[in-house]
């Protein structure tokens, strides 16, 4: 994982029963508070938990993922091409930027 300094995961789901939805540390750390429902239908307030909850696994998949396939493209296996100029390659770094607050 990266050196972005954000509270590590895993992170989960929890629903007070009152209708607030938090994404929490395992050790019950808030992370944030994903619904108020004067603002938010409930099911969406869980869909968006539920991304939220797996944001640091999809940021570590993401980086690890792109370095495979940059180093797949730069092995030479594969054919002989600029890995940097991938739409996907270039859409991934995008993301994880935008992730670590750099964009």
Sequence with gaps: MSDTQYTPGPWVVADDGDGLIYVLTDD????????????????????NARLIAAAPELVEALEKMTAHYVALVECGDCGFWDA????????????????????
Excluded: M, Q, T, Y
């Excluded at 944030?32 to 429902?37: K, L, S």
């Excluded at 940097?84 to 964009?103: F, H, T």
């Design 28 to 47: 019950e750390g808030l992370v944030a508070d994903a619904h108020d429902p004067s603002f938010i239908d409930d099911e969406v307030a869980k869909a």
């Design 84 to 103: 940097n100029k991938e739409p996907e390659v270039i859409a991934a770094r995008a993301a994880l930027s935008k992730a670590r607050g750099e964009a």
